[in-house]
């Protein structure tokens, strides 16, 4: 079954540094992949995905992410964060040629520093 | 307009009693979930319709049952709620391409 770690429960980092999340998949055939944010009391939105070709891919907000398949990984970077970056962040895999559902990691919370 | 919406946002309800959580989408969309996000903020996927039917029901307790009336609405009713039931409850709807759209939740207290 498919499956998703993101290894940091929690990371700090000072407005203006660059950012990098980690996400690892497990998934036998070519995922689907995602990132999701998820400010204090709202639902989730959509920061980019990663269906095929290119492996960076660019989203919302300033982010990009990048696949690595020798890895099983799709971690997400921004060369610069702002203090509204600071929220929860979610990666997930989808398995849409079987049940047809994302299953989502345990998430990372972002706080930053002034 | 938005695209996912959920009623209430807010239920406080006591151990014992029926509630029900409405969720509508205006994205035209065939499939809409019900997901599960504990204190930890950890996201379960509990059901899925595609179309009025049922394609996925992840081993949650027959308390829980969802209802799509038509493929832009899908409800959720739970019985007899326990302590264990609070969280917050999200609908989403999914694009072909497979991303899915969340409504902003339901946040349900069980005292």
């Known amino acids: 079954a498919q499956s998703v770690t993101q290894p940091d429960i929690h990371i700090t980092v000072s407005e203006g540094a660059s950012l990098e999340l980690r996400c690892n998949y497990s998934y036998g055939a070519t995922p689907y992949l995602f990132w999701y944010v998820q400010s204090p009391g709202q639902g989730l939105q959509l920061l980019l995905k990663?269906?095929?070709?290119?492996?960076l891919v660019q989203g919302i907000k300033g982010f990009e992410a990048e696949f690595k398949r020798s890895q099983s990984s799709f971690n997400l970077r921004k060369p610069s964060v702002h203090w509204s970056d600071a929220a929860e962040y979610f990666c997930a895999v989808g398995d849409f040629q079987g049940a047809q559902k994302l299953v989502f990691g345990q998430g990372t919370r972002l706080t930053i520093n002034p | 307009d938005t695209a996912v919406s959920q009623t209430p946002k807010y239920l406080v309800t006591q151990m014992g009693n029926d509630k029900s959580i409405k969720c509508e989408q205006n994205?035209?969309?065939?499939?809409m979930y019900w997901y599960k996000q504990d204190s930890k903020k950890f996201l379960k996927i509990m059901f899925s319709y595609n179309n009025k039917e049922l394609i996925i029901n992840e081993t949650v307790p027959n308390r829980f049952s969802p209802k799509s009336p038509d493929k832009a609405h899908l409800n959720l009713h739970i019985n007899s709620l326990e302590l264990g039931d609070s969280a917050v409850y999200f609908c989403a709807s999914r694009l072909s391409t497979g991303e899915l759209f969340f409504g902003e939740g339901s946040r349900l207290t069980v005292l």
């Open positions: 990663y269906f095929s070709g290119d492996t």
């Open positions: 994205l035209g969309h065939d499939t």
